[in-house]
């Protein structure tokens, strides 16, 4: 199914809550993530090609370690990964700025009185670091992390974003959802969701489907370009 089917003038109403990603959508972390990853495999001695990079984008960083593991050739572990990734990453993911539109929409939700969540595959700590110059964040009611034990799976799994939902107290088919990656996307719609996924300005709109997975509930799907257009429907949804 086309991931563009559903236009904005089908929506009728405000979501009851929005659930928003961090990394790539509140904040321009993945290419510092990225390079992590990169410098990490490049110690033991593997590059990483753009579309394995694209692959990471959106989970939990112990499965990441693990996929990494299986592209580098010499045998090693997670937590050898993890031992010379995680120092470069502490060092690169403060420094990243805020996604255009991103503060504005948060503020905008809130200021509408509409219950928000962050749901994210980052753990609390790396959350708390990443945040610390940002503290318009912190008007998220709610922090779904990626080591939250009431999380089974991760994304692309809709444990998370079905935790968020119900942590607000709301219906997953009642919220909005605002994700970049194929993995939130998948996360998120498969939970009932509608999504909002921002595209990068290189990407062009198209099917998060691909032969391995189907999702037939992908036309509650919008893309955009910029959040200021998730902006300006909620703000018209809720005159």
């Known amino acids: 199914m086309q991931a563009e089917r559903l236009s904005l003038n089908q929506l009728t109403h ?3 809550a929005c659930l928003f990603d961090l990394d790539g959508l509140l ?37 990441n370690a693990r996929r990494v593991c ?17 120092p470069i ?4 993911l403060p420094g990243a700025k805020a996604m255009a539109g991103a ?40 922090m779904i992390c990626g080591d939250d034990p009431r999380i089974g799976a991760g994304k692309p799994a809709p444990d998370p974003f079905l935790t968020g939902a119900e942590c607000l107290g709301v219906r997953p088919e009642d919220c909005w959802a605002f994700e970049d990656s194929q993995a939130g996307c998948r996360s998120a719609l498969t939970a009932g969701c509608l999504v909002w996924r921002l595209l990068r300005t290189h990407e062009s709109i198209h099917p998060l489907t691909d032969q391995s997975e189907d999702l037939d509930n992908s036309e509650r799907l919008i893309s955009i370009h910029s959040l200021s257009e998730a902006e300006a429907c909620l703000k018209t949804l809720s005159q």
């Open 103 to 142: 503060e504005s929409l948060i503020r905008a939700a809130n200021r509408l009185g509409i219950a928000m969540a962050l749901v994210t595959s980052s753990d609390r700590q790396s959350v708390q670091r990443k945040i610390a110059n940002h503290p318009w964040v912190n008007q998220l009611q709610l």
């Open 27 to 63: 904040l321009d972390t993945e290419p510092l993530h990225a390079r992590a990853w990169q410098q990490a495999a490049s110690h033991f001695g593997s590059d990483l090609a753009p579309d394995q990079l694209i692959q990471l984008q959106g989970r939990r960083r112990l499965d």
């Open 14 to 16: 405000p979501p009851d």
């Open 70 to 86: 299986s592209w580098i050739e010499q045998p090693i572990t997670p937590d050898q990964l993890l031992a010379v990734r995680q």
């Open 89 to 92: 990453a502490a060092q690169l």
